[in-house]
């Protein structure tokens, strides 16, 4: 990181320096193409700060600036107000992963950024800088969410625009994820799940993957019955949803159907007192009423939250009852009739 002691220079001031900057790295680049190959990361970071030395000659900027170890953002500050971030790739194009959204090493007072950036693949060896907005094209997700570099985005097209919230609104905002996560689950395609984010924006995602093998015996319960509560279609044999939202969880299982189908069939009793066979889920069903209707007793039962072994007896409205009945009833292949049927016997008590 970089840091310019020179109080407050003008913004125009800042916009031709990174001009200058960029023309000398591109020069220097067409020089020295086998140097700049070799250069990426902090590097990369020491050459940018020696042509921003240069370039800053008979600027506010000369001779103020100085490198400060340490995982900052941005890479490079001048006089506590402007910032370069500098990033670089190997390939020949334009793109990267950038920074996180979170800016949570952002150095105070800092409010203008610039991006530069290094094209050390191809020939020749290029660099570019424009405002850091400007060139954010989405989010991608590693150990937490980054911003896409392409520096090459027309007006209108960065991630901030897609949104329809300015990037410095964005990163002023307590919980700037929550609003990036709506987006891209507004978005979403049929068959498609935020593997890194909740149904909900205040639920945690576990950061570690599973076996349902290794998962505790009331860990298989809170799950099979809370797919039962939120996912009615695995009573018709689909468990696409389900298996997208369990693995969200980081929750992996290769023999899924399995847990909701082994076992055979299920006698249940009908309300006329006569019994009837149905298909191993609603076995599921009757081994887990007190979870299933603790799950529906929540006021967003998609909320998923283990539930403890010994619990006060839910409270379960009526109508909410029946209603996820009748989605069980619409999606399974028995007839709807008899599924309702045996489904309130089961209830009974409670209704």
Request: with cysteine; hydrophobic share 35%.
């Given at each position: 990181?970089?840091?310019?002691?020179?109080?407050?220079?003008?913004?125009?001031?800042?916009?031709?320096?990174?001009?200058?900057?960029?023309?000398?790295?591109?020069?220097?680049?067409?020089?020295?193409?086998?140097?700049?190959?070799?250069?990426?990361?902090?590097?990369?970071?020491?050459?940018?700060?020696?042509?921003?030395?240069?370039?800053?000659?008979?600027?506010?900027?000369?001779?103020?600036?100085?490198?400060?170890?340490?995982?900052?953002?941005?890479?490079?500050?001048?006089?506590?107000?402007?910032?370069?971030?500098?990033?670089?790739?190997?390939?020949?194009?334009?793109?990267?992963?950038?920074?996180?959204?979170?800016?949570?090493?952002?150095?105070?007072?800092?409010?203008?950024?610039?991006?530069?950036?290094?094209?050390?693949?191809?020939?020749?060896?290029?660099?570019?800088?424009?405002?850091?907005?400007?060139?954010?094209?989405?989010?991608?997700?590693?150990?937490?969410?980054?911003?896409?570099?392409?520096?090459?985005?027309?007006?209108?097209?960065?991630?901030?625009?897609?949104?329809?919230?300015?990037?410095?609104?964005?990163?002023?905002?307590?919980?700037?994820?929550?609003?990036?996560?709506?987006?891209?689950?507004?978005?979403?395609?049929?068959?498609?799940?935020l593997w890194w984010t909740g149904d909900n924006v205040e639920q945690a995602v576990s950061p570690t993957i599973r076996l349902w093998s290794n998962l505790s015996p009331k860990e298989r319960k809170n799950?099979?019955?809370?797919?039962?509560?939120?996912?009615?279609?695995?009573?018709?044999?689909n468990y696409d949803n389900y298996a997208l939202w369990l693995t969200s969880q980081g929750v992996v299982d290769p023999h899924l159907r399995d847990q909701f189908s082994a076992g055979g069939q299920e006698?249940?009793?009908?309300?006329?007192?006569?019994?009837?066979?149905?298909?191993?889920?609603?076995?599921?069903?009757?081994?887990?009423?007190?979870?299933?209707?603790?799950?529906?007793?929540?006021?967003?039962?998609?909320?998923?939250?283990?539930?403890?072994?010994?619990?006060?007896?839910?409270?379960?409205?009526?109508?909410?009852?029946?209603?996820?009945?009748?989605?069980?009833?619409q999606f399974s292949k028995v007839d709807t009739v008899l599924s309702s049927d045996a489904l309130y016997t089961l209830f009974s008590e409670w209704l």
């Amino acid at each position: 990181m970089i840091v310019s002691l020179n109080p407050q220079p003008s913004m125009s001031d800042f916009v031709s320096l990174m001009s200058r900057t960029d023309l000398f790295l591109n020069e220097d680049g067409k020089k020295r193409p086998n140097y700049y190959m070799q250069r990426n990361g902090r590097p990369l970071e020491e050459d940018v700060k020696a042509a921003l030395d240069i370039c800053a000659q008979g600027t506010p900027f000369e001779g103020t600036l100085k490198k400060i170890s340490g995982q900052k953002f941005p890479d490079i500050v001048a006089a506590n107000l402007y910032g370069v971030e500098v990033k670089s790739t190997k390939e020949d194009h334009w793109t990267s992963t950038g920074s996180s959204i979170l800016e949570s090493s952002r150095i105070s007072g800092v409010e203008r950024i610039y991006m530069t950036f290094g094209k050390l693949g191809g020939n020749p060896v290029e660099f570019l800088s424009r405002p850091y907005e400007e060139c954010l094209s989405g989010i991608a997700v590693t150990h937490m969410p980054r911003y896409l570099i392409d520096m090459r985005l027309q007006k209108g097209e960065t991630i901030f625009d897609k949104m329809g919230i300015p990037y410095d609104t964005l990163r002023l905002m307590d919980d700037p994820i929550a609003p990036v996560s709506q987006y891209y689950r507004n978005h979403l395609r049929p068959g498609q799940r935020l593997w890194w984010t909740g149904d909900n924006v205040e639920q945690a995602v576990s950061p570690t993957i599973r076996l349902w093998s290794n998962l505790s015996p009331k860990e298989r319960k809170n799950y099979i019955a809370y797919a039962c509560v939120n996912f009615p279609e695995i009573f018709g044999g689909n468990y696409d949803n389900y298996a997208l939202w369990l693995t969200s969880q980081g929750v992996v299982d290769p023999h899924l159907r399995d847990q909701f189908s082994a076992g055979g069939q299920e006698s249940l009793y009908l309300s006329d007192g006569s019994t009837y066979r149905f298909p191993g889920i609603y076995r599921r069903v009757k081994d887990n009423l007190f979870l299933i209707l603790d799950f529906l007793s929540q006021a967003d039962s998609s909320y998923f939250e283990e539930k403890e072994d010994i619990r006060p007896t839910p409270l379960v409205s009526p109508h909410k009852l029946e209603h996820w009945i009748g989605q069980i009833s619409q999606f399974s292949k028995v007839d709807t009739v008899l599924s309702s049927d045996a489904l309130y016997t089961l209830f009974s008590e409670w209704l």
